[in-house]
């Protein structure tokens, strides 16, 4: 079983940044893919975006060049850095992990971007 525990939201005005943390146990997941997804009121949840257990990225369109998805293996931690916040970015942010194929889910952070 493998539990991810999200940090790091909050509110922030549009053009700021904030710095999300996903903790994992419960399991190594060092060569897992990871990721950030969320979810806006009304609207399906979406890929933020990904990252191999070899450091490769990728990223939706619409964060590209504004959020850098990490991770800390030694930490079994994945991180996203997001910069030059939009109010459209204002979403329920949940990290993900796929293990065979299974993905597990954590319980969310609220990133709010308002003025």
């Known amino acids: 079983q493998v539990q991810l525990v999200e940090s790091g939201g909050g509110l922030v005005q549009p053009g700021g940044s904030l710095r999300l943390s996903c903790v994992a146990a419960g399991r190594n997941l060092n060569n897992n893919l990871m990721g950030w997804y969320r979810q806006a009121p009304g609207k399906e949840r979406e890929l933020v975006a990904t990252?191999?257990?070899?450091?490769?990225?990728d990223y939706a369109d619409s964060t590209k060049g504004r959020f850098t998805i990490s991770r800390d293996n030694a930490k079994n931690t994945v991180y996203l850095q997001m910069n030059s916040l939009e109010s459209e970015d204002t979403a329920v942010y949940y990290c993900?992990?796929?293990?065979?194929?299974?993905?597990?889910w954590g319980q969310g952070t609220q990133v709010t971007v308002s003025s």
């Open positions: 990252i191999t257990g070899g450091g490769t990225t």
């Open positions: 993900s992990a796929r293990v065979t194929i299974i993905t597990y």
